[in-house]
């Protein structure tokens, strides 16, 4: 029986990391052109739990010194795409979910190592509003982000 039992406490061991991650937060029309959330690689549980709240605005699972709300990626893309008009949806939306991604990733990364902070969201968000045409916005802040990321 005590095997039995911890067969079963060692199975949920291995089933608990993936279950964090089991369900997609991503708004759905992003799913498609991004790397599921399950697959991508965390350094750690604290990194898939800011990535979450880069996405969501939620500090889900007792986040410390984290502050729920908005913006967040997920609002920002609707606002893109909703100032793009529908003519631009299929070039605006996989563009600024890829762009998520790529920020959210590197921003949600502890802060000792990380190339993007706070402020720097702050930053895009007002670059990508300034931006008379949103797709502009989007290839300024991707360029900002990538030279960033690569220590430029």
Same mark, same amino acid.
């Given at each position: ?35 599921? /959330? ?6 750690? =549980? ?23 709300? /908005? ?16 003519? =631009? ?20 990364? =502890? ?6 902070? /706070? ?16 797709? /502009? ?16």
């Amino acid at each position: 029986m005590a095997r039995v039992i911890g067969a079963y406490l060692a199975a949920l061991a291995l089933m608990a990391p993936a279950a964090a991650h089991a369900e997609e937060f991503v708004r759905r029309d992003c799913q498609p052109v991004v790397q599921p /959330t399950d697959a991508l690689k965390f350094e750690t =549980d604290r990194h898939a739990l800011w990535y979450r709240r880069f996405w969501t605005g939620s500090c889900a699972d007792g986040l410390p010194l984290c502050f729920p709300g /908005t913006p967040n990626w997920n609002e920002i893309v609707s606002r893109l795409v909703a100032r793009g008009g529908p003519q =631009d949806r299929s070039v605006l939306l996989p563009k600024a979910c890829r762009l998520g991604q790529l920020i959210g990733l590197e921003w949600a990364r =502890d802060k000792r190592i990380q190339r993007i902070r /706070t402020a720097d969201l702050k930053v895009f968000n007002t670059m990508l509003e300034a931006a008379g045409d949103p797709l /502009t916005g989007l290839e300024r802040v991707e360029g900002k982000a990538q030279a960033m990321i690569a220590g430029r």
